[in-house]
């Protein structure tokens, strides 16, 4: 169906964790064209837009507790596989769609979508990006997301390093445009609390085995210990069972069963925004938290104890001032962070993060006023990629071509109460094998 003809602006968010589904939902709010523009072809000026949520099933999933903590909300929200994403989208007329996915799941969705709408004039506008710090990946993940109308680049290093990426494979750059992560903002810090607070920020997969969890929650606690007059807060992404972006092997909450923490030592859990709010210290390997805590003006500190390594991603820091280590911290040290390098990762700590999604705007505002647009091109095909497309384009149980395989997962209506049970029975034994089984097997590999 061509896009919507009324006057709101209707957008649809497609996420397959609670951390993607943060990044979409702000980013379409912070992308979607002001509402007093005018609407071109569509005639009169736009209200508000509405936002319509769907939830991609699959391991990461995010349950009821993570989408309130994450607090963004929809007029709808509903979880789907990719063949009942790509129905609704055949049958429901959207002006722009986010892909807040991992880069096989947004190739996936270009190429469905592509069939999709084969035809027709004016499509919706595609839009998609990361998350958070691109340190991984970086050839395999933009490639993937390559065909989108907009690929955003959270910062002006990005945005180099992208276009540089198409460039030199000869894949069109110009859908690579400048933003900045949208969940930014919050207070300014504006001295110490009290108790002075110094918060941990944990990853699910960095560092991604017991002895450097075990090494770094010792010294936390140390910390607490040398620091009695602080609080020292171990700020966790997810309770045991639930899934974030990257899978969690080794939760911190049951590692630290086995220690003695002292009384100045708690867990925490809740929206990271509420926690920056009484923070003095931010410590993290290589968390986005730290571009949070850095925009606000807190102390940052990067952990260099584990080492500067590319497979921890605290390599990207290089040359932001904040990269310390836990004897550094108990002395006392505060970092100070290189103002040329805080701004080239679009953490505007001077007032220019207001304008940081104005090109977006401007370009989505420029693509919705034309007549139609072309087809959705990804840069993979079954021509440049036929040993690569189709095995991602099958795990999401769609064909070469983009259509849904006979007999992929989809339904008519939602699940009742026997599938329910079922599907999260299914669920809670794949989290057991990822947090019990496989972390045993892999030891027994080792010995």
Not at 9 to 26: C, F, N, Q, Y
Request: some cysteine; hydrophobic content about 40%; overall charge neutral.
């Amino acid at each position: 169906m061509p896009p919507s003809t009324s006057k709101s602006l209707r957008i649809a968010v497609l996420a397959d964790s609670d951390t993607r589904w943060k990044w979409g939902a702000l980013t379409a709010d912070r992308i979607a064209p002001d509402p007093s523009m005018e609407a071109g072809p569509r005639g009169g000026a736009q209200a508000g837009p509405a936002l319509d949520g769907f939830l991609l099933r699959g391991r990461a999933t995010p349950t009821a507790r993570q989408l309130e903590e994450v607090g963004v909300h929809a007029d709808s929200l509903r979880e789907v596989t990719a063949a009942e994403f790509l129905r609704a989208m055949a049958e429901t007329s959207y002006d722009l769609v986010v892909l807040a996915l991992v880069g096989g799941g947004v190739q996936a969705m270009l190429h469905g979508l592509g069939r999709v709408w084969e035809g027709l004039e004016k499509r919706p506008v595609v839009v998609t990006g990361y998350v958070g710090v691109v340190y991984e990946k970086l050839a395999d993940g933009l490639l993937l997301r390559h065909g989108a109308d907009l690929v955003l680049a959270n910062s002006r290093q990005d945005a180099e390093r992208f276009r540089a990426v198409y460039e030199g494979v000869g894949a069109d750059a110009s859908a690579v445009t400048e933003v900045a992560l949208p969940f930014l903002g919050g207070a300014a810090y504006e001295g110490e609390h009290g108790p002075y607070t110094v918060v941990f920020a944990v990853q699910p997969s960095v560092p991604d085995n017991r002895k450097d969890r075990v090494y770094l929650l010792n010294r936390l606690i140390r910390h607490a210990r040398l620091h009695p007059e602080r609080e020292v807060l171990l700020k966790l992404r997810s309770r045991p069972g639930e899934h974030t972006t990257h899978i969690e092997e080794l939760p911190y909450q049951k590692l630290v069963q086995r220690l003695e923490p002292p009384a100045n030592f708690r867990l925490v859990y809740g929206h990271m925004g509420e926690v920056l709010d009484r923070t003095d210290l931010l410590v993290t390997i290589s968390s986005t938290a730290a571009l949070e805590s850095l925009h606000r003006g807190i102390p940052t500190a990067v952990l260099t104890d584990l080492g500067i390594r590319e497979v921890l991603g605290n390599h990207h820091f290089v040359g932001s001032g904040c990269l310390a280590s836990w004897d550094q911290l108990d002395a006392g040290h505060r970092p100070v962070p290189d103002e040329e390098w805080v701004a080239r990762q679009g953490v505007a700590v001077d007032g220019r993060y207001a304008h940081a999604f104005d090109a977006a705007r401007e370009r989505i505002t420029k693509l919705l006023a034309s007549p139609e647009l072309p087809p959705l091109t990804p840069y993979y095909t079954p021509v440049t990629a036929p040993g690569y497309l189709p095995g991602i384009l099958a795990r999401h149980h769609l064909g070469p071509d983009g259509t849904p395989l006979p007999g992929a997962p989809a339904h008519e209506r939602e699940p009742g109460p026997v599938r329910q049970i079922v599907r999260r029975a299914a669920r809670g034994a794949y989290r057991h094998g990822v947090q019990r089984v496989a972390p045993v097997i892999r030891r027994m590999g080792e010995l």
